[in-house]
């Protein structure tokens, strides 16, 4: 029976590939309803700061961010995994951490600084984009070292949105959103834009793998469990000093990074001096 809407095709077009599949499997379906969900999420965020609703505006976005975190891995445990499914995950992310995000800050606090605020909350979005452009490129690029797979080039979107809702987090707290802090905001703002699309490596945390100490297991838990309890308890409080916690990390980040390249280039340096070497002995 026909029906008005286009087939499902989770790994695009199969001409030349064998017969269409009649029925998807539901498991390649959740994982891009939780997409769509988020995106949903966000755009709600979205629509509460335009009605002034900033505290649940700021939570739906979070909660946006935390189903596009998901989705993924929801489709790799579930084995669902699709063409389809990756491209909506690139879009949901520019929602989410790139469209919501801003439009909530703007209508907080960056439409008393004018335009100004204005073109601070466009540029987040279009590094917001570009971030997430070129790290879909770069993962295909395989000429990049297996160490490099360890940081980020430039600040995540994730922690992008994280952090470029830091005014509205003091805002929450008590901070009078006057036009002096909105220009001070949208400075901000451009300065986290910067961050998405520097050259600046971000430690991703992949090295600590999958893997952990049993000595460490309790603790691990007993830390989380303690930050979710404080992010219930003291949201705005705990928002704030994570975001804090995130910038302080980078020049860590930027120096373990220096540490690792100048360790391959030495590395480097010393495998070609043992291959002249045994080229000069041969030559001998």
Same mark, same amino acid.
């Given at each position: ?37 988020? &995106? ?21 976005? #979070? ?23 990756? %491209? ?23 439409? %008393? ?9 466009? #540029? ?23 160490? %490099?797979?360890?940081? /980020? ?29 909105? /220009?001070?905001?949208? &400075? ?5 834009? /910067? ?53 302080? /990390? ?15 280039? %030495? ?18």
């Amino acid at each position: 029976m026909e029906t008005p809407f286009p087939p499902f095709e989770p790994n695009g077009p199969t001409e030349g590939r064998g017969p269409r599949l009649s029925q998807i499997p539901m498991r390649m379906v959740i994982p891009n309803v939780i997409t769509v969900l988020a &995106i949903c999420a966000g755009l709600t965020g979205v629509r509460l700061a335009f009605e002034n609703r900033f505290e649940l505006a700021v939570s739906m976005v #979070l909660v946006a961010a935390f189903l596009d975190g998901i989705d993924g891995r929801v489709a790799r445990m579930m084995k669902g995994t699709s063409k389809f499914g990756a %491209q909506m995950d690139s879009l949901a992310d520019i929602v989410n951490f790139g469209v919501a995000p801003a439009l909530v800050l703007y209508s907080f606090m960056l439409d %008393q600084a004018r335009a100004f605020g204005w073109i601070a909350a466009l #540029l987040y979005c279009i590094a917001c984009c570009l971030r997430l452009a070129r790290f879909n490129v770069m993962l295909e690029d395989p000429r990049t070292p297996s160490w %490099q797979s360890n940081y /980020f080039i430039g600040v995540p979107a994730p922690a992008g949105a994280m952090l470029v809702l830091l005014p509205v987090y003091l805002g929450f707290l008590g901070l009078a959103p006057t036009r002096v802090l909105a /220009f001070a905001a949208a &400075i901000y703002t451009v300065a986290i834009a /910067f961050l998405l699309v520097s050259r600046l490596p971000v430690y991703n945390g992949k090295t600590a793998g999958s893997l952990v100490r049993r000595d460490v297991v309790m603790p691990l838990i007993l830390c989380v469990v303690i930050y979710v309890a404080f992010l219930m308890s003291y949201t705005w409080e705990t928002l704030t000093l994570t975001a804090l916690a995130y910038l302080a /990390f980078l020049p860590f980040s930027v120096a373990a990074w220096h540490k690792r390249m100048a360790a391959e280039m %030495q590395e480097t340096a010393e495998n070609s001096a043992e291959t002249d070497d045994i080229s000069d002995d041969k030559g001998a």
